[in-house]
C-alpha cells in the first residue's frame, strides 16, 4: 500500500507538469501567432530578428511535438 501511494503521488506530480507544460505551450503558440501576424503586417518597429528568431523557436517546438506525436 505504502508503495501504491508513492507511485500515485508521483504520477499526480507529473500529470501536474504536464498539465503545466501543455498551458506554457499554448501561451508561447498564441503569442507567437499574434506577433508574427504584427510583424507581417508591419505592426514591429523594433527588435525584429529577435521576434522572428523566438517566433520561429515556438513554431519549430510546435512541430517538433506534433512529429512526435505520430
Same mark, same amino acid.
Given at each position: @500500500?505504502t #508503495? ?5 503521488? $508521483? $504520477?499526480n *506530480?507529473i500529470?501536474?507538469? $504536464?498539465?503545466?507544460? /501543455? !498551458?506554457i505551450?499554448? !501561451?508561447?503558440?498564441?503569442?507567437? /501567432?499574434y506577433t508574427? #501576424?504584427?510583424? !507581417?503586417?508591419?505592426?514591429v518597429?523594433?527588435? %525584429?530578428?529577435?521576434i %522572428? *528568431? #523566438?517566433?520561429?523557436k515556438?513554431?519549430d517546438?510546435? %512541430?517538433?511535438l @506534433? #512529429?512526435?506525436e505520430y
Amino acid at each position: @500500500e505504502t #508503495y501504491a501511494n508513492a507511485w500515485q503521488y $508521483q $504520477q499526480n *506530480k507529473i500529470d501536474d507538469l $504536464q498539465n503545466n507544460f /501543455e !498551458i506554457i505551450v499554448d !501561451i508561447a503558440t498564441e503569442l507567437a /501567432e499574434y506577433t508574427s #501576424y504584427a510583424e !507581417i503586417v508591419g505592426g514591429v518597429q523594433v527588435n %525584429r530578428a529577435s521576434i %522572428r *528568431k #523566438y517566433c520561429d523557436k515556438v513554431f519549430d517546438f510546435n %512541430r517538433n511535438l @506534433e #512529429y512526435e506525436e505520430y
